[in-house]
T-cell receptor
């Protein structure tokens, strides 16, 4: 139980375009969703915390206008990378809180060319 | 400001021996700690956790030790198996399953035959 389905698993896009990443909680209601990014051989850095029905809380240094987070329902949270540039290429992972801890999506490898 | 650190970026251990992965933190408000195993391009896999009211938690081959006064925790894997080869992250939160997780920098464990 407590599965978070994240799509797409990998995406390649051109500079200047926008990319949407979806995370769906399949068998539970995700009141809170966390979004992380991981650069190669680096740690998972928290980008923002989203709560259903309210604005996301962004970590210091994360551009909220560039990384748009929407958590409109208890089963879906989305991260949109707007006007993507090569430096946005990274591995993005969502995570939801569950009764016994945390559950993670399988991640999205974004490559901006 | 890296609140959770893993000072050893890599560790190599022979199969059957003990693997000890270390983690240090600076935020005294952290009261819940977790260890995750991660492969490239995948989400983290939960291994074991410990609350700050305990100093040891054991689950099969995995044992986590917490030294609050030293702000230090460690993960022991015994006996180590080749399938344990992966990157290991420690993570901490202020409040169990309601607050964001802060991840350490990761340790790449290689278990050789």
């Amino acid at each position: 139980g407590a599965v978070v389905s994240q799509h797409p698993s990998r995406v390649i896009c051109k500079s200047g375009t926008s990319v949407k990443i979806e995370c769906r909680s399949l068998d539970f209601q995700a009141t809170t969703m966390f979004w992380y990014r991981q650069f190669p051989k680096k740690s998972l850095m928290l980008m923002a915390t989203s709560n259903e029905g309210s604005k996301a809380t962004y970590e210091q240094g994360v551009e909220k206008d560039k990384f748009l987070i929407n958590h409109a329902s208890l089963t879906l949270s989305t991260l949109t990378v707007t006007s993507a540039h090569p430096e946005d290429s990274s591995f993005y992972i969502c995570s939801a809180t569950i009764s016994y801890g945390y559950t993670f999506g399988s991640g999205t490898r974004l490559t901006v060319v | 400001d890296q609140q959770v650190k893993q000072n050893s970026p890599s560790l190599s251990v022979q199969e059957g021996r003990i693997s000890i992965l270390n983690c240090d933190y600076t935020n005294s408000m952290f009261d819940y700690f977790l260890w995750y195993k991660k492969y490239p391009a995948e989400g983290p896999t939960f291994l074991i956790s410990i609350s700050s009211i305990k100093d040891k938690n054991e689950d099969g081959r995995f044992t986590v030790f917490l030294n609050k006064s030293a702000k230090h925790l460690s993960l022991h894997i015994v006996p180590s198996q080749p399938g344990d080869s992966a990157v290991y992250f420690c993570a901490a939160s202020v409040s169990h399953n309601t607050d964001k997780l802060i991840f350490g920098t990761g340790t790449r464990l290689q278990v050789f035959p």
